[in-house]
């Protein structure tokens, strides 16, 4: 029984795919850095078109692997606030879904 559980824990941590890496949101050509400096992972604004956004700021922290996703804290500089994040990668697509309470918002991000 306890090779099973070994064995399914070691499946999950082969599948989930850590999102480092700089990766680009083409709607307004931002790109963001996702590094793993401590045990999470978390990724900064490293240029962007947008001006309501400022390169160097911190957008992801406190990512953690939770079986195939990441969870973690997005901040949305319009709002000047943090929220829920949840972080799927298929291949060089990044999906980012964001908790605003009263909906749930999907973003695209392309690796660079």
């Given at each position: 029984m306890k090779l099973i559980?070994?064995?399914i824990f070691l499946?999950?941590?082969i599948n989930a795919t850590f999102p480092e890496g700089i990766w680009i949101y083409k709607q307004d050509s931002s790109r963001i850095e996702i590094k793993k400096p401590n045990e999470r992972l978390s990724g900064?604004?490293?240029s962007t078109k947008n001006p309501e956004c400022?390169?160097?700021t911190l957008v992801l922290k406190?990512?953690?692997n939770c079986e195939g996703y990441f969870?973690?804290?997005y901040y949305?500089?319009?709002k000047e606030r943090w929220v829920e994040a949840k972080l799927m990668q298929k291949k060089n697509l990044l999906?980012?879904?964001l908790d605003l309470g009263y909906k749930i918002k999907k973003t695209h991000w392309y690796k660079g």
């Open positions: 559980a070994i064995t499946v999950n941590i900064v604004l490293i400022k390169a160097g406190d990512l953690i969870q973690g804290q949305i500089s319009s999906i980012i879904e």
